[in-house]
């Protein structure tokens, strides 16, 4: 196995500080986007020897699924730059009969600790009553392994990923765990998008809980079986605190994933932030609520039943920025004429706060100046950014990478926080931080050779980080009314 360097935080430059007031050690990993600029996914390392796999990186799901030789329906592996550039192929896959650590999770009988590697009580059973049984399957199949599948969407419509569940090393930079997740044997309606392989959810604070297959999922029906969250394994298990940071970076550029805390070379002055709500619905989510929203001089809504309903997900995963239709109508008519001279007129305006108005996020390039009028602007696939929904408030990748984004992900007993800053800099790590040959050739002033990528990824002359989006603790008042963002 080689092992290549990962950028840490650097001595002098400044340690993440966490909200106890102590530093946290912190590890920086890129971040790469898939094919149409609006996710970003990360090179995941599963089993001895590793084999790496592309992952979607969402945060508005649960479950880590790795495809793999069996899986049906997924992209093909790619072997070329060319094919890899054209967006027709995934990063990697991973093989269990190539790996001398996996094993299976067995459908009946007691799940073990695997060498005491997998803490107990990792995975239970729970019927469809309710009720925790640890250390058990609660989804067996025919051939006693334990199956588990995931569906997204509304019944007759939905997209998803089926499979059965296994345990084997990950390893994430230079942090490694024995973990739980979903082994993919199908996959449904055209669930991966290129170039990823799988996908890493890390939502499910509490776990991850999943039905036997694909039609118990859509009916809700029979017991379920519940796995304990990956990126909390793999940070508790080094000693790191469970927060990360996220510098989302642009299509044309990687991105970065801090493990264990922000990274302050990547955005300028303090973090705000606002509560994570809390409660039996709610923790499967980074949810949070705003309560106003103005586009320019003119006010959308002004109240957490008209802007954001009961909760809204923060989701890296949705490109759009998704409303209730009473809030999207309310968008509608204040964009409705509304004069401009420059993109700053139009700039989209947001309170969020579950005590009261706790922080507010200027946002830039959802409509812009057009023949003197704000007009909706468009996103990397040349359609809007902006959807109404019958369903959840999503505030989506659209939102999320005009800033820095700190996810403190709590405890048991609490629900945690997140925090926005205003970015600054560029996303970048050092270029041995890309453990896959496609993802480094992508990377601005890297190159692969002799099986490792080098380079000395130093920032450009184009500051891509400053996106013209800033934050303010408080009321959007606080920010200074002579500020003109730039467009995203």
């Known amino acids: 196995m080689v092992m290549l360097a990962v950028a840490m935080v650097m001595a002098g430059l400044g340690a993440p500080t966490l909200r106890d007031g102590t530093n946290a050690t912190q ?73 001398t650590t996996t094993d299976t999770i ?53 997209t998803g990923m089926e499979g059965e569940w296994l345990t084997d090393v990950i390893t994430l930079g230079n942090l490694s765990a024995r973990a739980v997740f979903l082994y993919m ?70 991105g970065v994933l801090s493990l264990g805390g922000g990274n302050p070379n990547f955005y300028a002055g303090e973090p705000a932030y606002t509560a994570l709500k809390s409660g039996p619905t709610d923790s499967d989510y980074y949810a949070v609520t705003f309560g106003k929203m103005q586009l320019g001089s003119k006010v959308a809504c002004s109240s957490v039943a008209e802007c954001s309903g009961e909760l809204a997900i923060l989701d890296t995963g949705t490109n759009l920025f998704v409303l209730n239709q009473q809030a999207y109508d309310g968008l509608a008519q204040a964009a409705n004429g509304l004069e401009c001279s420059t993109d700053a007129d139009c700039k989209l305006d947001l309170e969020l706060g579950l005590h009261g108005v706790e922080l507010c996020l200027r946002t830039t390039g959802f409509f812009t100046c057009q023949a003197q009028r704000c007009g909706l602007g468009a996103g990397p696939s040349g359609g809007p950014l902006i959807a109404p929904t019958q369903g959840q408030t999503i505030i989506g990748y659209a939102v999320l990478k005009q800033f820095y984004l700190i996810f403190d992900r709590g405890s048991a007993t609490d629900p945690g926080q997140v925090g926005f800053a205003t970015r600054q800099g560029e996303c970048a790590v050092a270029c041995g931080a890309f453990k896959s040959q496609w993802p480094c050739v992508v990377a601005a002033r890297c190159q692969w050779a002799g099986g490792l990528c080098t380079g000395t990824q130093a920032p450009s ?20 009314a002579t500020q003109h963002p730039v467009e995203v």
């Open 185 to 254: 044997t199908t996959l449904k309606y055209d669930f991966e998008e290129a170039p990823v392989g799988g996908i890493m959810g890390v939502s499910g604070r509490s776990g991850d809980c999943l039905h036997r297959d694909f039609q118990s999922a859509e009916t809700g029906s029979g017991g379920k079986t519940c796995g304990s969250d990956a990126l909390h394994l793999l940070l508790t298990g080094n000693n790191y605190h469970d927060t990360f940071g996220l510098c989302l970076g642009q299509p044309q550029d990687t």
């Open 27 to 99: 590890l920086d990993v890129p971040f790469i986007h898939t094919s149409v600029g609006n996710a970003v996914y990360i090179v995941l390392e599963v089993g001895t020897p590793p084999q790496g796999i592309g992952v979607l990186f969402d945060t508005g799901s649960s479950t880590l699924g790795i495809s793999g030789p069996k899986t049906t329906g997924r992209n093909p592996v790619c072997t070329s730059a060319q094919q890899y550039l054209a967006w027709g192929c995934a990063v990697g896959q991973y093989d269990p009969t190539q790996s």
């Open 106 to 158: 067995p459908g009946s009988g007691p799940v073990g600790t695997y060498d005491g590697t997998l803490p107990a009580g990792t995975i239970s059973a729970t019927g469809q009553g309710g009720g925790s049984v640890p250390n058990k399957c609660g989804t067996q199949l025919q051939d006693d392994s334990c199956g588990g599948a995931v569906v997204y969407g509304t019944t007759g419509h939905t």
């Open 461 to 480: 002359t184009i500051d891509r980080g400053q996106t013209g989006a800033t934050v303010s603790q408080g009321t959007c008042s606080n920010l200074d």
